[in-house]
């Protein structure tokens, strides 16, 4: 199994562009989540789907953040417009679902550099 | 309001020594507790989880504790390697399919 697929890894872009991060996630898994990671803040939760379907996005720092999954293999997480601020590394997890718990597969991630 | 603290930004320690970090909760019930590894330009990777009736749990060098009365867990690498630097995170699960919560990470580093 590949594993978690990100891409780009690096993306460099200017203010007010555009930003799309893409992932595959692992074959079977269920759930599948966005997370952002700084070293001020952490791993922070953005978003997360089950089958597809989003179920929480409070995660979301504001509406210039969206994340799509239009089937269970693929899944976008779109800035626009970028600002520097949003200079972080972004990851995406897989997880199967299962009761009692169970662990995330995370991504290489995408490291964004907004200037 | 909700909080997970792990014990300091950075850990040194000496090679051969045991490495103990320590994670600790405020205002949660966490259902389970997992311990994740992760190296510079990478992804965290799961290491372990210990469920909130399980005292201890060991996988070769590791070994975690989680005591719900502290809210803390505490994690161990014995004999520890160059090779075992890394940032190590913990994450509470509650029950129900609802997400991990992450702390902010150890940064341990084994000198030689």
């Known amino acids: 199994d590949a594993g978690v697929i990100q891409s780009p890894r690096h993306e460099v872009t200017e203010m007010g562009q555009e930003v799309t991060l893409r992932c595959k996630p692992i074959s079977g898994h269920n759930s599948l989540f966005w997370y952002r990671q700084t070293m001020m803040r952490g791993l922070e939760l953005l978003i997360y789907f089950n089958n597809n379907v989003p179920i929480d996005d409070s995660g979301m720092p504001e509406d210039r953040f969206s994340a799509k999954m239009p089937n269970a293999s693929f899944s976008t997480l779109k800035i626009q417009p970028s600002e520097p601020r949003d200079s972080a590394v972004y990851f995406c997890a897989s997880q199967p679902v299962r009761p009692g718990g169970d662990t995330q597969y995370f991504g290489p991630g995408t490291r964004l550099t907004v200037l | 309001s909700q909080k997970i603290e792990q014990n300091s930004e950075a850990l040194n320690i000496q090679e051969g020594k045991t490495a103990t970090l320590t994670c600790n909760y405020t205002?949660?019930?966490?259902?389970?507790l997992q311990w994740y590894r992760q190296d510079p330009g990478r992804g965290p990777v799961f290491l372990l989880l210990?469920?909130?009736?399980?005292k201890e749990k060991r996988k070769e060098r590791l070994k975690v504790t989680f005591d719900t009365t502290l809210k803390q867990s505490l994690f161990h690498i014995t004999a520890s390697q160059p090779a075992d630097s890394a940032t190590y995170l913990c994450a509470l699960g509650v029950a129900g399919n609802t997400p991990l919560v992450f702390g902010k990470g150890t940064r341990l580093s084994v000198i030689a």
């Open positions: 205002n949660y019930s966490p259902a389970y």
């Open positions: 210990i469920r909130e009736n399980e």
